[in-house]
T-cell receptor, first 116, second 112 residues
Framework: ETGVTQTPRHLVMGMTNKKSLKCEQH?????MYWYKQSAKKPLELMFV???????ENNSVPSRFSPECPNSSHLFLHLHTLQPEDSALYLC???????????????FGSGTQLSVL | DQQVKQNSPSLSVQEGRISILNCDYT??????FLWYKKYPAEGPTFLIS?????DKNEDGRFTVFLNKSAKHLSLHIVPSQPGDSAVYFC???????????FGTGTRLQVFP
C-alpha cells in the first residue's frame, strides 16, 4: 500500500466518548499534518509534526490531542468533543516541514466525524 | 478573515468547453500558489502550482494564471471532461510562514 492511509473512514461518537483517528504514510516523508474541513469553510491546519516533533499548534482546543510516535504514524486523540467538531479530518504528509509550502502535500482520504 | 477566497461555491460547464475557476487573496506576502482537486470520499490531490515570479503555468489541459496586481489567480481547464468534476481548492503560502492557506473550494460539474 502506498500514500497516506487514514482510519476509520467514518466515525460517530457521543460527546462523552474517547476515540482516536489514525494516519499512516508510506512515502518516507518527514512532516505530517492534521487538517480540519468543516462545511463551507477552508481547510484549517490543526497540527504539524516534523521529525516526530510538534512544530505547529494552531490554537486547537485541548479536547484534540495529537500524537506522533514515529515519522510514519500520526494519531489524533479525541475526548469530550462538541457537535460543532463534526467535520472531515484530513491527514497529510510532505517531504519536509520547511518545504511544505513549495512542495505538494499528500492527503489521506479523511475521517468523516460526527459528534452527537 | 479569509486570506484566500473562492467566491463561487459551484460551477457547471458542458463537456468540451472551458472551465474557469477563480481565486482571490488578500496577503501580498503570498509568493506561491497551488490548486488541489478533491473527489468525493478521497483526499485532495495536488494539481498545479505557480510561483509569484511567473504569470502563467501550463500543464496539459490545465493552466493557472496569476495577476499579482489584482491579487487574483485562475485555473483554466480546456477542454473540460466529465472526469474533471470535483471540488477544486486554491491554496497560497508565503516564504516566511511555510504554511498553506486554503480557500473554501469550488465544486465543478462537467456535464455531457
Amino acid at each position: 500500500e502506498t500514500g497516506v492511509t487514514q482510519t476509520p473512514r467514518h466515525l460517530v461518537m457521543g460527546m462523552t466518548n474517547k476515540k482516536s483517528l489514525k494516519c499512516e504514510q508510506h512515502l518516507g516523508h518527514n512532516a505530517m499534518y492534521w487538517y480540519k474541513q468543516s462545511a463551507k469553510k477552508p481547510l484549517e491546519l490543526m497540527f504539524v509534526y516534523s521529525l516526530e516533533e510538534r512544530v505547529e499548534n494552531n490554537s486547537v482546543p485541548s479536547r484534540f490531542s495529537p500524537e506522533c510516535p514515529n515519522s510514519s504514524h500520526l494519531f489524533l486523540h479525541l475526548h469530550t468533543l462538541q457537535p460543532e467538531d463534526s467535520a472531515l479530518y484530513l491527514c497529510a504528509s510532505s517531504q519536509d516541514w520547511d518545504s511544505a509550502s513549495n512542495e505538494k502535500l499528500f492527503f489521506g482520504s479523511g475521517t468523516q466525524l460526527s459528534v452527537l | 478573515d479569509q486570506q484566500v477566497k473562492q467566491n463561487s461555491p459551484s460551477l457547471s460547464v458542458q463537456e468540451g468547453r472551458i472551465s474557469i475557476l477563480n481565486c482571490d487573496y488578500t496577503n501580498s506576502m503570498f509568493d506561491y500558489f497551488l490548486w488541489y482537486k478533491k473527489y468525493p470520499a478521497e483526499g485532495p490531490t495536488f494539481l498545479i502550482s505557480i510561483s509569484s515570479i511567473k504569470d502563467k503555468n501550463e500543464d496539459g489541459r490545465f493552466t493557472v494564471f496569476l495577476n499579482k496586481s489584482a491579487k487574483h489567480l485562475s485555473l483554466h481547464i480546456v477542454p473540460s471532461q466529465p472526469g474533471d468534476s470535483a471540488v477544486y481548492f486554491c491554496a497560497a503560502s508565503a516564504k516566511d510562514t511555510d504554511k498553506l492557506i486554503f480557500g473554501t473550494g469550488t465544486r465543478l460539474q462537467v456535464f455531457p
